[in-house]
């Protein structure tokens, strides 16, 4: 029985209403930013509810300008009303305000992409973005996720974490390794603890071949990660050497943003 068709115990309608809210939250989730088009059968198969169901949620987030329907193949993609519902929690999220002119410096020093990511608890979420003015470039776009346990940003915030919780994660598959084992997961714990050291984390072509990433921790008042400071690159533009820059680069960037948020440097 899906979540639409679940009874409703309490006689009053409530959990009817709660079971079309969580289908619509399932709905907008099934949006990625590596399948930003999706039709009416595929987000209806990976969500288990019945066709006519997910075009009901759909026309009413069309209405809303929540999605919009791309003329060409009649399939969805998220809509801009979403920055409308999105914009006073990124207008408010002081990491974002405090970090934008040291992401802006960042970008012209390097030339290449600059990004703040945050972590929800089992992904890095990209806040704000600075693009490369290269013609070739990496981008992050805003409110994309990952967990990809080799991103870099994705370290930074592991390395944060107790290890028995990232054993947890991993093990989980809520954050992906590809063939994932004892061993592996043993090693990328020690891997976890020289980004702690080292101050950054590298990604250098880990999760695609053709990219680099650097990223560094941002801390708050009370000395926990808050964010991280994250640089992705084409990596025919970055050798060892300048990987080395870069990552100094991005530590530098990351301790600024943590002195503007008023934040505490490790011991």
Request: glycine share 8%.
């Amino acid at each position: 029985m899906s979540p639409a068709e679940s009874p409703d115990t309490t006689g009053t309608g409530e959990a009817k209403g709660t079971s079309v809210i969580v289908n619509a939250v399932a709905v907008l989730r099934t949006f990625t930013a590596d399948e930003p088009l999706l039709g009416v059968t595929e987000i209806a198969n990976r969500v288990g509810l019945h066709k006519s169901t997910v075009s009901r949620i759909l026309a009413t987030f069309e209405q809303e300008h929540l999605v919009e329907r791309d003329p060409e193949t009649k399939r969805f993609r998220l809509g801009l009303g979403l920055i409308a519902v999105a914009g006073p929690l990124l207008a408010e999220l002081e990491e974002r305000r405090v970090a934008y002119p040291v992401l802006r410096e960042l970008a012209e020093q390097t030339g290449e992409t600059s990004a703040l990511m945050v972590w929800n608890g089992s992904a890095s979420m990209c806040v704000e973005q600075i693009p490369s003015h290269h013609q070739i470039k990496h981008t992050t776009p805003l409110g994309a996720q990952y967990s990809d346990a080799l991103s870099a940003s994705v370290q930074v915030f592991l390395a944060a974490e107790a290890p028995d919780r990232v054993r947890t994660l991993l093990r989980s598959g809520t954050i992906t390794y590809p063939g994932l084992d004892e061993t592996s997961l043993e090693d990328y714990l020690v891997r976890l603890k020289e980004v702690g050291q080292r101050g950054w984390a590298i990604n250098y072509g880990d999760t695609s071949l053709d990219e680099v990433g650097v990223a560094a921790p941002v801390y708050d008042h009370r000395g926990d990660v808050a964010a991280a400071v994250l640089i992705p690159a084409p990596r025919f533009r970055v050798s060892p050497e300048t990987l080395q820059s870069l990552g100094e680069s991005c530590s530098a960037a990351a301790r600024r943003v943590t002195s503007r948020l008023g934040g505490t440097l490790p011991g």
